[in-house]
């Protein structure tokens, strides 16, 4: 059973437009939320995250909203480098739990 | 560097046969989690083991074992081995302060390819 998915297997932007991926989930006690960025041959690292009691979390260029009613959040890279040409993994859990769950991944290509 | 070390990076073994991978946490976390990735799919929670002990199991199959030591290292142990474990096996670490969000670092994983 998928609990947190991502719909969209690929993405491709312009350099210098907006990257938006999205995440859905189906728990409604999931109540913190990340995303990872990955590169061929590594694991995947620490991009941003959000707590349930926030709808908007911002870092630099990304920028994170969670629609709790929607149960959806999504990702947003403004402006978009060809740097960011990775798959974004999104993920979730419960504050008093133990398990991280995560979606199937979105190939970002930033084309310059 | 994630701090996050996974040995071998690559391992070929034939059906029917046990590996062990091995995964150091970055250096003061205690929590080690396991994860397999397939081809063209998400990161699958296998197991988590927090300071020597279980703590939470995930869609781990009953060939697959998993253990970490004192020196807080741990091991996932794959046995009578099928076409279908071939996968990355991420492990990933965390410092766990109580009730709270907390990110995971990840190793650059171990790539089993079982023919």
């Known amino acids: 059973d998928q609990q947190v998915k991502q719909n969209s297997p690929s993405l491709s932007v312009q350099e210098g437009r907006i990257s938006i991926l999205n995440c859905d989930y189906t728990n409604s006690m999931f109540d913190y939320f990340l995303w990872y960025k990955k590169y061929p041959a590594e694991g995947p690292t620490f991009l941003i995250s959000i707590s349930s009691i926030k709808d908007k979390n911002e870092d630099g260029r990304f920028t994170v909203f969670l629609n709790k009613s929607a149960k959806h959040l999504s990702l947003h890279i403004v402006p978009s480098q060809p740097g960011d040409s990775a798959v974004y993994f999104c993920?979730?859990?419960?504050?008093?739990?133990?398990?991280?769950?995560f979606g199937t991944g979105t190939s970002l290509t930033v084309i310059p | 560097d994630s701090g996050v070390t996974q040995t071998p990076k690559h391992l070929i073994t034939a059906t029917g046969q046990r590996v062990t991978l091995r995964c150091s946490p970055r250096s003061g976390d205690l929590s080690v989690y396991w994860y397999q990735q397939s081809l063209d799919q998400g990161l699958q929670f296998l197991i988590q083991y927090y300071n020597g002990e279980e703590r939470a199991k995930g869609n781990i199959l009953e060939r697959f074992s998993a253990q970490q030591f004192p020196d807080l290292h741990s091991e996932l142990n794959l046995s009578s081995l099928e076409l279908g474990d071939s996968a990355l096996y991420f492990c990933?670490?965390?410092?766990?302060?109580?009730?709270?969000?907390?990110?995971?670092?990840f190793g650059p994983g171990t790539r089993l390819t079982v023919t």
């Open positions: 993920a979730a859990r419960r504050f008093t739990g133990n398990q991280f769950y």
């Open positions: 990933a670490s965390s410092v766990e302060v109580g009730q709270g969000g907390f990110e995971q670092y």
